[in-house]
Structure formats: structure tokens, C-alpha cells
């Protein structure tokens, strides 16, 4: 079984940053693959950003590409989103995924999600 704890979440002015992580428990977490997803009042949610197990691949969303960085340590079992130059429209509850699969976890179908936490870009 796997379980995935997000922290990291909170308020900032847009143009800030956070860094959000992701601790993992399970035996496994060096082979699955890891992604972030987002969602936002009355939207669904969507696809942010994707990790390999190796930390050799990595996905975006696009409207994130070159501000978000997604990386991992398989030693802490733990990945990261560093999140910068924020905007209001990036405002979401924020979801850590894995699966043993990348395929999944980039389309949203992996078998575990965690509990979310909330950022706030205020303009």
C-alpha cells in the first residue's frame, strides 16, 4: 500500500513561490513514477507536472513549463513541485499521484492519490 502526504500549500502574492512536497510511505516508492495534478473551484482537475522513477523524465502542463520544477528523492521518499512566479490563476488545491506506471500518472489514472493541499495566489 502506498500513502501520499502533501505539504508545502498556503497563501502568496502572485509572483511569489512555494515549494511543495510529497512524502511517500511504501517499499515501492523508488520504482513508481510521480505527478501533480491541480484543481481549481468548479473546474476539473488537471495534469501539472510528471516524474519518472530515475528523476531521468519529466513532464509539464504547458502553462507551467519554465516555472515549476518537479523532482525527486527516492532516499526520502519524498518529491517536490518548486512553484515560481505564481500567478492568481494557478490558485488550486494541488494533488500528489504515483503509479508504477508513467503512462498513468500523466493521464490521471494512477491508483494513488493524496489528500491535496491548497495554494492561494492573491493579485
Known amino acids: 500500500q502506498v500513502q501520499l502526504v502533501e505539504s508545502g500549500g498556503g497563501l502568496v502574492q502572485a509572483g511569489g513561490s512555494l515549494r511543495l512536497s510529497c512524502a511517500v510511505s511504501?517499499?515501492?516508492?523508488?520504482?513508481?513514477?510521480m505527478g501533480w495534478f491541480r484543481q481549481a473551484p468548479g473546474k476539473e482537475r488537471e495534469f501539472v507536472a510528471a516524474?519518472?522513477?530515475?528523476?531521468?523524465?519529466?513532464y509539464y502542463q504547458h502553462s507551467v513549463k519554465g516555472r515549476f520544477t518537479i523532482s525527486r528523492d527516492n532516499g526520502a521518499k519524498t518529491v517536490h513541485l518548486q512553484m515560481n512566479t505564481l500567478k492568481p490563476e494557478d490558485t488550486a488545491v494541488y494533488y500528489c499521484?504515483?503509479?508504477?506506471?508513467?503512462?498513468?500518472?500523466?493521464?490521471?489514472?494512477?491508483?494513488?492519490w493524496g489528500q491535496g493541499t491548497q495554494v492561494t495566489v492573491s493579485s
Open positions: 499521484a504515483a503509479d508504477s506506471k508513467m503512462v498513468a500518472v500523466v493521464a490521471g489514472t494512477n491508483d494513488y
Open positions: 511504501g517499499r515501492t516508492f523508488s520504482t513508481y513514477a
Open positions: 516524474i519518472s522513477w530515475s528523476g531521468d523524465s519529466t
